[in-house]
């Protein structure tokens, strides 16, 4: 596995910016893993029974975005999510205007995702009303929620989710460049533990992409609870960034040995290289030009004792 290349706009953990990759082919990324995300994600509970599904939609949508890491992490570094891009932005490892570029390639995706399911829906003879189908993978809470879990708790649930998410990517792809490579796994580990728990709350998405995606074919009930879904989620990585941007900053300095060894020397050697900088500078220009004229008499000199000049 590759380890993602930066960003144009990225910054790294110790705010200085990387490596330059356009934005356009990063956009393109975010847009098209989070495509994926929304097809796996909302495809495998929608079109399988969980009696006899082989694989749990949660395992499904946490395998898929280990694979969409995996595939376009090297080019966007993998966010395919706005509260993970939020984190990025507070935790100061991505410019605002690309976060914000991030976050509406992301919506983007999602859209076209659950609008590529929404039509394969329309076309099953089966399913008279593709509303009330997406229905069942909507997030929601009170009657809406499988166990009519109240609103506080779907709250509090996608606030944890989301900061417990973004606290693992932004731990998993911190300083040490190594570490980077296993965050595709981490995240998608996490992503799929949590979503076991919040499909059984009201499928609680802990991305504010999906749920919008989920929430416009959906009900009208999807829409007008979509605030939660929203607000939640960002708030939860708004924590994790800010907690990782602190601890950052906080950070111990480097060692004095570490800088001698990068080539800052201290002590005698500065006061002589300063004086001879100091002399170099007030050196009156008429014994410059004497220098230099006698510099090339010897060169002069040189070529006619060698035979290249008579």
């Keep these: 596995m590759s380890t993602p290349v930066p960003a144009r706009d990225a910054l790294q953990p110790d705010g200085t910016p990387a490596a330059p990759t356009g934005l356009l082919p990063r956009l393109a990324a975010e847009a098209f893993g989070s495509l994926f995300l929304a097809v796996a994600g909302l495809g495998v509970p929608l079109f399988s029974i969980p009696q006899s599904s082989p694989v749990p939609s949660a395992l499904a949508a946490g395998l898929a975005v280990t694979a969409a890491m995996l595939a376009f992490g090297h080019i ?138 989920s929430a416009v074919f959906s009900s009208g009930w999807a829409v007008e609870q979509l605030w939660v879904f929203l607000v939640a989620p960002l708030a939860g990585a708004a924590i994790a960034g800010l907690v990782f941007r602190i601890g950052e900053v906080t950070g111990s300095p480097a060692p004095v040995a570490d800088v001698e060894a990068a080539g800052h020397d201290t002590g005698a050697d500065d006061d002589a290289d300063d004086d001879a900088d100091a002399v170099a500078v007030n050196e009156p220009a008429a014994a410059a030009a004497a220098r230099q004229e006698k510099a090339r008499g010897v060169s002069e000199a040189q070529e006619f004792f060698d035979g290249k000049r008579s």
Excluded: K, M, W
Excluded at 118 to 127: N, Y
Excluded at 181 to 188: F, K, L, R, S, Y
């Design 76 to 213: 966007s570094g993998g966010h395919f999510n706005p509260a993970i891009t939020l984190g990025h932005l507070l935790a100061g490892r991505i410019r605002a205007g690309a976060a914000a570029a991030y976050a509406a390639a992301q919506l983007v995706g999602a859209l076209v995702g659950a609008l590529a399911l929404f039509g394969i829906l329309r076309t099953l003879p089966s399913i008279p009303d593709s509303r009330t189908a997406f229905d069942t993978v909507a997030a929601g809470f009170g009657e809406h929620s499988i166990i009519q879990a109240p609103l506080a708790a779907v709250v509090l649930l996608e606030l944890l989710g989301a900061a417990i998410i973004v606290a693992v990517f932004l731990g998993a792809s911190g300083r040490d460049g190594g570490a980077r490579t296993v965050a595709p796994v981490a995240v998608g580990l996490s992503f799929a533990a949590l979503l076991q728990v919040g499909q059984s709350v009201g499928n609680l998405p802990f991305n504010p992409a999906r749920a919008v995606a």
